[in-house]
Each structure stands twice: as C-alpha cells, then as structure tokens.
Nanobody, 118 residues
Framework: QVQLVESGGGLVQAGGPLRLSCAAS????????SGWYRQAPGKQRELVAT???????NYADSVKGRFTISRDNAKHTVYLQMNSLKPEDTAVYYC????????????WGQGTQVTVSS
C-alpha cells in the first residue's frame, strides 16, 4: 500500500518560515520524482517544486528564492523549506510522487494546510 504522509503545516505570520515533510512508503522511492503542489481556495492545483532522485530541481517562479525542496532517499522523505512566507502562499500543500521516466504511477498525499497571516 502506497502512502505519502505530509506533516509540518500550520499557521504562520507573513515573513516567517515553515518546513513541510512528506514520508513515502510502499514505493521504490529512488524511482520517483518527488514534488510539492498547492491549491488555494477557488484555484487550481499548481506546481510548487519538484526534485528527482539525482537532485535535479524545478521551482515555480512564484517561490524561487524563498522555498527550498530537498529529499533524503535513505529516509524516503521529501522536504519543503518555506521562508519569507506571504499571505498568497496560503493553500493546502500536497506531496506527490511520480514514477520516472514512464510516469505510469502517480501518487498524492492527503494534503496539509498552510495559512499565512498578514
């Protein structure tokens, strides 16, 4: 059974930091691209950042310079360090695992709420 379990969400003041974690089980973690996505109320889910097992990283323009994605392949865990948070970063953040290179398997976590107060 595949599980992606997020943790670390919460309420933070604008300008503050927050760190999300996502622990994966039931998959061969090194064969998957790990990612973070978010969905704000009334908006579509959007990419935040992705990272391959080899460490190649992609960020959405809106978070470049503020967010850092990393992964620990031994612990089957992906992290998202979020700094200089803005109210517009408020959303439910979802962890994703996409098999690479085929993309045949795509898994999501349950989501964790991040709320940034102004």
């Amino acid at each position: 059974q595949v599980q992606l379990v997020e943790s670390g969400g919460g309420l933070v003041q604008a300008g503050g930091p927050l760190r999300l974690s996502c622990a994966a089980s039931g998959i061969t973690f090194r064969l998957y691209v790990s990612g973070w996505y978010r969905q704000a109320p009334g908006k579509q889910r959007e990419l935040v950042a992705t990272i391959t097992s080899g460490g190649s990283i992609n960020y959405a323009d809106s978070v470049k310079g503020r967010f850092t994605i990393s992964r620990d392949n031994a612990k089957h865990t992906v992290y998202l360090q979020m700094n200089s948070l803005k109210p517009e970063d408020t959303a439910v953040y979802y962890c994703n695992a996409l098999s690479w290179p085929t993309g045949n398997y795509n898994y999501w976590g349950q989501g964790t709420q991040v709320t940034v107060s102004s």
